[in-house]
């Protein structure tokens, strides 16, 4: 793992470890970041504010993590891991060095407050790009229809779409949707009770 201080910069995005790392996660933790600088970012670039998609045909040309995907190829996202550490997701052809830089130049005046003694940026392996998962939240739209779907949102530590179900049947239905919107089984996770499942998980029979 390459690791990267700057001075004057910190972002805050998602909790915990390393994208794909541990079943089931629980995405509360996000709420303690509530005080830092950039949790609004991680909040409207997740679709976590909007999670059945009112705002979708407004126009994310300046969004930062829009700009940061035009400047980087391979760029999946961000999130927080702690206080002044931030995990940079890339997918396999990223130039980690010139990512890097990018995100250090586009964040710097918007952290200084939070870490001014600097931050640590930790790169790590991703599948999907953050296009390809706007592109797959947008698709999930008329998943909403399906009763028992609460929306989605992008969980970019895991690097995966979420789909907010109410039980494991409604999870079976959106499974067995997914082919007919475009979206393979493989970029998503459900979340259930504030607990995330993959779809493996799903298929399992009801306790």
Do not use: W
């Not at 045909?57 to 400047?71: K, M």
């Amino acid at each position: 793992m390459i690791r990267t201080r700057f001075l004057g910069t910190v972002l805050v995005l998602a909790v915990a470890t390393t994208a794909c790392e541990s079943d089931p996660i629980a995405p509360d933790a996000a709420e303690a970041l509530a005080d830092d600088e950039l949790s609004v970012v991680l909040t409207t670039e997740s679709g976590a504010s909007d999670l059945r998609g009112t705002t979708d045909n407004s126009d994310r040309s300046n969004s930062l993590f829009d700009r940061l995907a035009v400047a980087i190829p391979g760029f999946g996202g961000m999130y927080r891991t702690s206080r002044c550490v931030v995990a940079l997701v890339l997918t396999a052809d990223a130039d980690v060095q010139q990512a890097v830089s990018v995100v250090h130049a586009a964040i710097e005046s918007m952290v200084v407050r939070t870490c001014p003694d600097g931050i640590r940026v930790e790169p790590v392996r991703g599948q999907y790009t953050y296009q390809e998962l706007r592109r797959l939240l947008l698709a999930s739209r008329p998943l909403n229809t399906i009763e028992g779907v609460g929306g989605a949102r992008i969980d970019f530590q895991e690097n995966r779409l979420v789909i907010l179900v109410s039980s494991r049947a409604v999870a079976r239905v959106v499974l067995h949707a997914l082919p007919r919107v475009g979206i393979p089984e493989e970029a998503v996770l459900f979340q259930r009770d504030r607990k995330l499942e993959r779809p493996s998980t799903v298929t399992t029979p009801l306790r």
